[in-house]
């Protein structure tokens, strides 16, 4: 039977969030989101959230079907983003090391050698920089400028915005803070610059959610998606949790009221017709050729930041699989496939096979080594981006 399951963002409806825990589902970040889907044995998932949040499902689960409520649900650090002009700004800098944010198309993310979500977005640039690489960053400007002052890294960002975290404003958010002084600032790094210069805590949204559990205050200023306050609300219920404001002082009108209008086209009626309708209008489709150029940025971050962060040998094998199966599956197999004629593909595979092989025994000399002088973490760090 073709099982379906719904996983939805922190940013859709609350009576969305609460269907996708009700019925065995996940509410998450995009890329969590997707992880979701591997690890589950339902053959179809439901995305409610945004088109990029269904693209990457699909990148990470190409055999499965994506449903999306709606697929007109876009984003505007996406929307900011297009191929063309993407890939023109990276050609005049080839010496640059691509890394985007989760918020882009297939398109975007196959042109990159990282993709990450804000929650490891510092981890690995830090990393980069320490050997030497300049960064080309996309899509959010506010974001890349938070990642270069903490990391000091050579970044060139590319120019996009969120509609929703650009309309927080530091002036209106200080006047808050004067009412409420001992509340706490919790901010999204996609953020301006001056409302983060106010925050007690800037994270990503389930880092924002385990600060608001773990952190001494018990009224919390929150500077995201209001739909975040649900979840955010079941793990600290006896916390008040308070709204940053949007619109500047003495304005007469809240441009968006921290709420995104993409995430709110997902509704419960929507979903109702995409599980049982004719799933043609909600289905997400990626042409080959960009999935299996944009798994590979995707697999590799995913396995080389749990490896990295790993404190057991098990998150490490974790991380260590999830790289190899990339690398090989992503990549050398889907060429083989591709370009060698069916007689001679055994053949390719087995060549294939020797050489990884002999690289297998060459790493087994090599990481003692490594471990002793600069410690088992940097194993993982140094191979990340050169596989
Ligand atoms: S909240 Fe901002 S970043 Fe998130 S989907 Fe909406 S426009 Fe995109």
Redo the contacts with the bound molecule.
């Keep these: 039977m073709n099982q379906k399951i719904i996983v939805a963002h922190y940013?859709t409806d609350p009576a969305i969030q609460a269907l996708a825990d009700s019925t065995g589902g996940k509410v998450a970040d995009s890329l969590e989101m997707a992880k979701f889907g591997q690890n589950h044995k339902a053959q179809t998932l439901l995305v409610a959230g945004?088109r990029f949040m269904g693209e990457t499902a699909k990148i990470l689960n190409p055999e499965k079907i994506i449903l999306m409520p709606t697929l007109k649900a876009e984003?505007?650090?996406d929307l900011s983003c297009p191929e063309k002009e993407f890939n023109n700004f990276c050609d005049q800098h080839p010496e640059r090391t691509v890394v985007v944010y989760a918020?882009t198309s297939a398109a975007i993310k196959a042109r990159a050698h990282w993709v990450v979500t804000s929650s490891i977005a510092i981890q690995l640039i830090d990393y980069l920089d320490s050997l030497g690489k300049k960064i080309i960053w996309a899509p959010d400007k506010h974001l890349g400028r938070y990642i270069q002052k903490k990391t000091g890294a050579d970044i060139l960002s590319w120019h996009g915005t969120?509609?929703?975290?650009d309309e927080f404003k530091s002036r209106s958010l200080y006047s808050m803070k004067k009412i409420y002084p001992n509340a706490a600032i919790l901010a999204h790094p996609?953020s301006p610059e001056s409302v983060l210069a106010l925050a007690d805590f800037i994270g990503s949204t389930s880092q924002l959610i385990k600060c608001a559990q773990s952190i001494s205050q018990q009224q919390i200023i929150i500077a995201t998606?209001r739909g975040i306050l649900f979840k955010m609300q079941q793990a600290c219920p006896d916390k008040i949790l308070l709204e940053a404001p949007t619109s500047e002082e003495g304005g007469m009108t809240c441009l968006n009221c921290g709420t995104?209008p993409?995430?709110r086209m997902n509704t419960i009626k929507k979903i109702i017709h995409s599980l049982t309708k004719n799933k043609k209008n909600h289905e997400i489709h990626i042409p080959k050729r960009l999935q299996k150029k944009a798994l590979k940025p995707l697999i590799l971050v995913l396995g080389s930041i749990i490896s990295g962060i790993s404190n057991n040998i098990w998150g490490v094998i974790l991380g260590r699989a999830m790289q190899g199966s990339g690398a090989i599956s992503s990549v050398v197999m889907a060429l083989l496939n591709d370009l060698i004629c069916e007689k001679n593909r055994i053949k390719a595979m087995a060549f294939i096979g020797l050489i990884f092989g002999m690289t297998f025994a060459v790493s087994i000399i090599i990481a003692p080594i490594l471990a002793t002088y600069y410690g088992i973490h940097s194993i993982f760090w140094i191979t990340a981006p050169t596989t």
Excluded: Q
């Excluded at 969120?162 to 975290?165: F, G, R, T």
């Design positions: 940013y945004v984003c505007s650090l918020n969120c509609i929703v975290h996609e998606d995104c993409w995430m």
